[in-house]
């Protein structure tokens, strides 16, 4: 039914096989429940020892300690053992310990305990380590290192296995971008991917996220990042001309390499690589010192490459490796919360240990482990484990820091409408390296149209105005979350309001209707809007001000007729209860009353 989950029966077996083989040959030597590292890892070992029927005494002893620090190790342990002798055991010191009757539901302890925000005991994230890496994956353990309890900024209970291993999920990390007519002919050529005997690709309603920086126009089907939920990649594109000051023939996009083969001058340098639409025989690229060169600089590659009007261009072979330069983003995109959320990856000066790391770039993979349903990333540079939400670190060496990821403008959007607006836009191509059911419609169809069923334990909800499920743009300025219920503001189109002081206005469009639903509905835009009032144009792409003045709808903003602009603001799609489990403060946008 779901990919993502991994059925939790024959978890216990392993359990069994597992700790039979660590802890079953050892003793029980007196037991001094102060010392609650000895005790969490006895009790790992003790559930293999109850499932055979070895020694329940050990769980009674603890229960009858009446010490509310073994809850939360404890119902960790329930996670994986949810019926037998050792879950029976398990249940009943609960039961116990916290004072509630809630039967062997492994779920309503938990949601229980997150409410209460019990207390840890000591060596707690030591022990979720050993649980996480001895049951499910050794790389657990590199998110549980020593001293990871001093900084943490959640509750160490709180985050689950997700039903996947560390990068079970796995990262996009510069993909292929493909041109619109090499993406029709790679669904026409794999047709495996054929929804109803329709092989386009992509489809015309099928939802992308569209991605625009500096005039660099990317699109992101939701049908593959399903299945990646996450992609790391560098936006920008130059000119590529078929001759010092020529024409353009197409635009060369970052992080792609190419080989540099001669100069003219300073002003343009001759290449030869691939890049979505652009001839295969290469071109050139103006202002050279502005691209990137690996560890060199254009001072150095200049001195290599030979000057156009007086020697031979190099062989590719013997070409000079450069970038055309960009802007590093991460998509977080949490299925079960509906959220796809773009950040800039880069760090202006990196703290690690004390040490100034300088200007870093951050690469991130998912760790398997889920908070509210939320997906939870992790950097590979320094394995802090992140908060996709919020773009916040939640535990790990950077969480004591103030970082937060900036929030960067992003739309879901009918390809069709992304296409007419961007004819020059590039789409991930269907061959990504993994083999996954790249189908239209393919992944969690199941939980996107159940809007009552939610995966995994949410314990921070509210469904008095909203419900579940229901889709809601969302913005985070000046410290203040504000939702927009999708229902309120398709029907205005045009929504101006104030969040934070901040003026602001928001451009709706409705999605085509389909047969099948994924998050999206709509592809929503926010921008300032200074001291104007904006109301809906006579085309999707304009808007009109007070005055009268017509100003076009762009992707990084508004523009008046006399030049004028107003910035797009960073905003994005969610579930509500997605939302609403970080925001608990969020306000929520009404319509005014006439």
């Not at 005997?197 to 992101?220: H, K, L, M, Q, W």
């Not at 985070?476 to 901040?502: C, F, H, M, S, W």
């Not at 099948?516 to 929503?524: D, I």
Request: hydrophobic share 40%; charged share 20%.
């Amino acid at each position: 039914m779901f990919r993502r989950i991994l059925l939790l029966v024959g978890i216990g077996a392993l359990a069994v096989l597992i700790f039979g083989r660590v802890f079953g040959s050892q003793t029980q030597p007196g037991l001094d429940l102060t010392d609650y590292r000895a005790t969490m890892i006895r009790l790992l070992g003790g559930v293999s020892e109850t499932r055979t029927g070895g020694n329940p005494v050990l769980f009674g002893r603890v229960a009858a300690s009446g010490d509310p620090l073994y809850i939360a190790p404890l119902i960790d342990l329930a996670y994986f053992v949810r019926t037998g002798e050792a879950a029976s055991e398990i249940f009943d010191a609960l039961a116990l310990l916290t004072g509630q009757e809630l039967g062997e539901n492994w779920q309503a302890y938990f949601t229980w305990a997150s409410e209460q925000n019990i207390a840890l005991p000591p060596s707690y994230a030591e022990f979720k380590g050993l649980m996480l890496s001895t049951l499910i994956d050794p790389e657990f353990a590199r998110f549980f290192q020593p001293g990871v309890m001093d900084t943490a900024r959640i509750n160490l209970l709180e985050p689950v296995w997700g039903g996947v291993r560390v990068d079970g999920i796995p990262s996009l990390v510069n993909a292929r971008q493909i041109s619109p007519q090499d993406a029709l002919a790679e669904g026409e050529r794999l047709q495996q991917f054929c929804r109803a005997d329709d092989c386009t690709y992509p489809a015309a309603d099928e939802y992308v996220f569209g991605v625009s920086i500096n005039g660099d126009n990317r699109a992101y089907p939701l049908r593959l990042l399903n299945w990646h939920e996450m992609f790391n990649d560098v936006i920008g594109r130059a000119p590529l001309v078929d001759q010092p000051n020529g024409e353009v023939t197409c635009q060369f996009r970052a992080p792609l390499p190419f080989r540099a083969l001669a100069r003219q001058g300073d002003d343009w340098v001759q290449i030869l690589g691939t890049s979505a639409g652009c001839p295969e025989a290469g071109g050139w690229l103006a202002d050279p010192a502005g691209l990137k060169w690996g560890s060199s600089n254009w001072e150095a590659v200049r001195a290599l490459l030979p000057d156009s009007s007086a020697a031979a261009p190099l062989s590719a072979d013997a070409g000079i490796s450069g970038q055309v330069a960009g802007m590093p983003v991460m998509l977080a995109y949490c299925t079960l919360c509906g959220s796809g959320i773009l950040y800039d990856a880069t760090i202006p000066d990196l703290v690690v240990d004390g040490i100034s790391q300088g200007k870093t770039v951050l690469e991130f993979g998912s760790t398997g482990l889920l908070m509210r349903s939320n997906k939870l990333m992790y950097d590979r540079k320094t394995d802090t484990v992140w908060n996709a939400m919020t773009g916040e670190p939640a535990f790990g060496p950077l969480a004591a820091s103030d970082i937060r990821l900036e929030i960067l403008p992003v739309v879901v959007i009918d390809w069709a409408s992304w296409l007419a607006q961007h004819p020059d836009t590039s789409v991930l191509s269907l061959e990504t390296g993994y083999e996954r059911d790249y189908t239209n419609g393919g992944a969690y169809g199941d939980y996107f149209n159940n809007p009552d069923f939610i995966m995994f334990p949410v314990w921070q909800q509210d469904t008095s105005s909203q419900d579940n499920k229901e889709v809601v743009f969302t913005l985070y300025l000046n410290e203040t979350p504000k939702a927009y219920p999708l229902r309120l503001i398709l029907p205005e189109g045009v929504t101006n309001d104030t969040l934070a002081g901040q003026p602001l206005v928001l451009v709706s469009q409705p999605a085509p209707e389909r047969d099948f639903f994924e998050p999206g509905g709509a592809a929503v835009r926010a921008y300032q809007r200074g001291s104007h009032t904006f109301r809906q144009g006579d085309q999707p792409d304009q808007v009109v001000d007070e005055a009268g003045f017509v100003w076009a709808v762009t992707e990084d903003a508004l523009r008046s007729p006399d030049g004028d602009t107003l910035a797009r603001l960073g905003g994005h799609l969610a579930f509500w209860f997605g939302w609403y489990s970080f925001y608990p403060d969020t306000l929520v946008y009404e319509p005014l009353s006439e």
